[in-house]
Structures are given as structure tokens and as C-alpha cells.
């Protein structure tokens, strides 16, 4: 494994995808924190279906959020098939709304989602990992991890496409958010996968369309699809230790199977 200083070097992955108000996204999220919950959480009963999106200010301004639009997810570390040990720090970039005027809070510098969620310089001083929803007034009654140094540099981006069907938001409104994300990341020239999520629930017609989209000639073949399920625990790991193997060139590849093969091998 890559060492400097004898400390282990950390893949940092930004999991980004569609996020706004029910306006935007529809009734449901599109499973940026469930993908991440998985994937941080080693034990099944600390996986949670129900995460923070809608928030009291007092929230918002807490040590967890800390008046950002982004979570500190924490760090793990994964064996890929090979027996290479990854480092992984993971934050996920989503938009909360406040519970008083179901608009998005205003942060410091406001730029669209899209644009936004491409940075790859990320600083937040003192901000807490974020465990689960209920640690949000009662943090001290969880594990207090910072950010390191009030600071992550973005290595890679994970770009989740749901494939579910979700009331109130269209196939195409969905394509539309995620072309435009992808093409501000594509400007970061760090990897990224495309990331389908809910495939337990997914649609044959929606996993086309992300397919499609990585297969446009814009991004040359660069884009990588992964189909998971994070209830179902299928292909998380691989997504990430697949990103990670581009960001570090010189690793191996990973073998990826399509969902219904993956969900059969579990
Ligand atoms: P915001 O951050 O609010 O934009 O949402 P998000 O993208 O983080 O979505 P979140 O992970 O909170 O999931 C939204 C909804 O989708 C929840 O009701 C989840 O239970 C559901 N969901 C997430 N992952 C899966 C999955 O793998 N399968 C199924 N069937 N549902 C899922
Ligand atoms: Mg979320």
C-alpha cells in the first residue's frame, strides 16, 4: 500500500448525484446517503434507510452540518480482491432544506448544485463525521470524529443515478441533473463512476438511460458504471475500490459484475 510518512495515503471520494428540494428531486432522495452509509458502516445494524435532509437551523448550524451542504462520512479502509488494503474519506455533497421555508439554507458562497459539488478543495473547521440521524443536538453521546485538519482534497467523484421509480421526479429531469453534474466534474480531470443505486427496486428502462449516458461520446469512455443496491448490500464495496483503482493508476482492476450476477454471488 501507498505509505508516506509511514501513515497510509487515503483515497478521498466527493459522493455526489440529483439533490434539491421535492421540487428538484422528487419525494425521495436519489440514495447518496444510504450509498455512503453502507459503505462507512461495517456492521449491518449500524445501517440506517432514514437520513438527514430536512433540518431546524439549529441543525444546520451544528457541528455536524456546520452551515455547509456537505457530510463528513469519516474513514474506512477496504481489501480489494487482490488483498490491497484502500484508506477511504468520504464526504457526501447533497443540498439541505430548511424545515421552516422548505427552501435550500444559504451557505456562504451559493453556486449552483452542479457546480458546486465538483470542488475538489473542501474546508470546514471543527466539523463532526455525521453517524446517523439521531446524533444531530445529541452529539456527545456519539463518537466526536473531525474532519482532519478542517480540510479534504477530492481525489475522485462517485455520481449516483437512481433507477427507481420515484413520484414526482421524471427519468428525464433526473438525465438532465446528472449530465450537467457530470460534465463539471469531467472539468475536475479526476475519476469518476457512475454509480446506478436502488437496483432492487430498479428499472430496466432508468439502467439504459445511466448506459447511456457514460457511453456519451463527451466523456471518451471515461466514465465507469457500477449498478448497486445499498438495502441489499450489492456492489457498494466494488463501486469504491473501483474508483480508487483509478485515482492510484498503477493498482489493478477490479472485476465488475452487472447487479443480477452480483445480487446472486453475495
Ligand atoms: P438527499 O441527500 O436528501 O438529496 O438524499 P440522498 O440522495 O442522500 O438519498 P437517501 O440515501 O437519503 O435515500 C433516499 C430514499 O431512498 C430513502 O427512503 C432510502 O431508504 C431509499 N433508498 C436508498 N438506497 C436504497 C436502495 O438501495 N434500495 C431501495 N429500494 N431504496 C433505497
Ligand atoms: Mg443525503
Given at each position: 500500500m501507498a505509505r508516506k510518512n509511514g501513515k497510509m495515503r487515503s483515497f478521498n471520494v466527493a459522493v455526489v448525484g440529483l439533490s434539491g428540494t421535492e421540487k428538484d428531486k422528487g419525494q425521495a432522495g436519489v440514495g447518496k446517503s444510504c450509498l455512503c452509509n453502507r459503505f462507512m458502516a461495517a456492521l449491518a445494524d449500524d445501517y440506517s434507510v432514514d437520513h438527514i435532509s430536512v433540518l431546524s437551523q439549529t441543525d444546520f448550524s451544528g457541528r455536524v452540518v456546520n452551515n455547509d451542504h456537505f457530510l463528513y462520512w469519516g474513514e474506512v479502509t477496504k481489501t480489494s480482491e487482490d488483498g490491497i488494503d484502500f484508506l477511504f474519506q468520504v464526504i457526501e455533497q447533497t443540498e439541505f432544506i430548511d424545515d421552516a421555508?422548505?427552501?435550500?439554507?444559504?451557505?456562504?458562497?451559493m453556486e449552483p448544485y452542479a457546480k458546486r459539488c465538483s470542488a475538489t478543495k473542501i474546508t470546514s473547521a471543527e466539523k463532526l463525521m455525521y453517524i446517523c440521524k439521531n446524533q444531530l443536538g445529541i452529539e456527545r453521546e456519539y463518537e466526536q470524529k473531525l474532519l482532519p485538519d478542517g480540510k479534504i482534497n477530492i481525489d475522485g467523484f462517485l455520481c449516483v443515478f437512481d433507477v427507481s421509480s420515484v413520484p414526482s421526479r421524471t427519468i428525464e429531469k433526473q438525465v438532465e441533473a446528472v449530465s450537467g453534474i457530470l460534465n463539471n466534474l469531467m472539468k475536475t480531470k479526476k475519476p469518476i463512476v457512475l454509480v446506478t443505486t436502488k437496483n432492487d427496486d430498479g428499472n430496466e428502462t432508468y439502467v439504459k438511460e445511466a448506459?447511456?449516458?457514460?457511453?456519451?461520446?463527451?466523456?471518451?469512455?471515461?466514465?465507469?458504471?457500477v449498478e448497486t443496491s445499498a438495502h441489499e448490500n450489492v456492489n457498494v464495496d466494488i463501486a469504491f475500490i473501483v474508483l480508487a483503482q483509478l485515482i492510484d493508476r498503477t493498482r489493478g482492476r477490479a472485476r465488475i459484475l452487472p447487479y443480477i450476477e452480483a445480487a446472486r454471488v453475495r
Open positions: 421555508t422548505f427552501q435550500p439554507f444559504k451557505g456562504s458562497k448506459e447511456k449516458l457514460v457511453s456519451k461520446k463527451e466523456y471518451k469512455g471515461g466514465i465507469m458504471l
